[in-house]
């Protein structure tokens, strides 16, 4: 049975899905270093895959009562490159984007972890659970460019 604090919860994460892909795509246009602009705007492009597959559950459990499969999705990785950041025109505030964009995912990781523990059907836990771990994947992945940049000074 879907409730409607399972469809409100839902239209909250799709629009947090939303926000963190404009807010990842503007960040994209403030960086200069191509690592770190290809690097959030495949983050604002996987956040997009993430807000049309929370966009068909939503119709699915509108028009049919029913969740839908969640696939997953691997984040590619760019090449490593040691540029250095000093050459970021915005060193500080691009140490700025990472770290609010890490506190993103770290929200996004937690808000689906608890539908996942919240939902009784297994491929509706699946999808929250696939969902937490692409966000962890995420955080992580900023952590690492996060710490290389403050310790070396360089994209990688």
Known sequence: MVTSNLMDAIRVVKENEIKTSDSYREASKNLTNPLGRDLFVKLSDFERFHYERISALEKSLLETGKFIQYEGREFPLPP?????????AHTKSVMQIISEARDLEVIAEKAYA?????????????????????????????????????????WK
Request: hydrophobic fraction near 40%.
């Open 114 to 154: 608890s539908l996942a523990e919240q939902v009784p059907d297994q491929l509706g836990k699946d999808m929250f659970e696939k969902l937490s771990a692409e966000e962890h994947i995420h955080f992580i992945i900023l952590s690492d460019a996060y710490w290389s940049l403050n310790q070396t000074g360089k």
């Open 80 to 88: 490593v490159f040691e540029i250095k950041a000093a050459e970021e």
